[in-house]
């Protein structure tokens, strides 16, 4: 499994938890020799006062565990 895989996977496994808050999460790129995922928060996340804590706390925090290449997660 490659790494774009990789990041797909752990994405799928935190997406229910977006849901069930009427938000999701997508995969836009990833990018410095894919080292950084670059991710877009759609649905409720999107303009939520606690985006970035999502961000950080959930979808970085889950991404960095599963996929240990990844060095850090950004929205776009």
Known sequence: ???????????DKI???L?????????????EEE?????RLQGACQGCPGAAMTLKMGVERVLKAEVP???R????
């Open 35 to 39: 080292t950084v995922a670059r991710v």
């Open 69 to 71: 290449q990844i060095d």
């Open 19 to 31: 849901q069930a808050d009427g938000g999701d999460v997508e995969l836009v790129e990833l990018a």
């Open 73 to 76: 997660v950004e929205a776009v």
């Open 1 to 11: 499994m490659d790494i774009k895989q990789q990041v797909q996977a752990a994405l």
């Open 15 to 17: 997406r229910p938890m």
